[in-house]
Nanobody, 126 residues
């Protein structure tokens, strides 16, 4: 079955860096965009970043642009989110979700949330 497994979450200090990863199985990985979303305690789910099927087109929320880098390896069926200069407001559970396309007007609309994994916790605190 479709499975996305997130890993790499940790506790870091503000200004630090962390890479979270997503490993896919059970579907034709190369045919799908992969997206990262996050949820802070008591807040709604927030779109963070997306990468297209080939990995050459990437998209970022304004809140992370210039600090986060998304990449994918279609051989290993993995997606990575390199997070630099982390801020306390980056704290949350990070999920990867697949989609068949990207919607620049409503980033959440195409996301297949049934594919969402258990998430990985990122905590940014001094």
């Amino acid at each position: 079955q479709v499975q996305l497994v997130e890993s790499g979450g940790d506790s870091v200090q503000p200004g630090g860096s962390l890479e979270v990863s997503c490993t896919a199985s059970g579907f034709t990985f190369v045919n799908y965009y992969i997206n990262w979303v996050r949820q802070a305690p008591g807040k709604e789910l927030e779109w963070v970043s997306s990468v297209n099927t080939g990995g050459r087109s990437t998209y970022y929320a304004d809140s992370v642009k210039g600090r986060f880098i998304i990449s994918r390896d279609n051989i290993k069926k993995t997606v990575h989110l390199q997070m630099n200069n982390l801020k306390p407001e980056d704290t949350g559970t990070y999920y990867c979700v697949r989609s068949s396309y990207y919607n620049d007007y409503d980033h959440m609309e195409p996301l297949d949330f049934a594919s969402r994994g258990q998430g990985t916790q990122v905590t940014v605190s001094s």
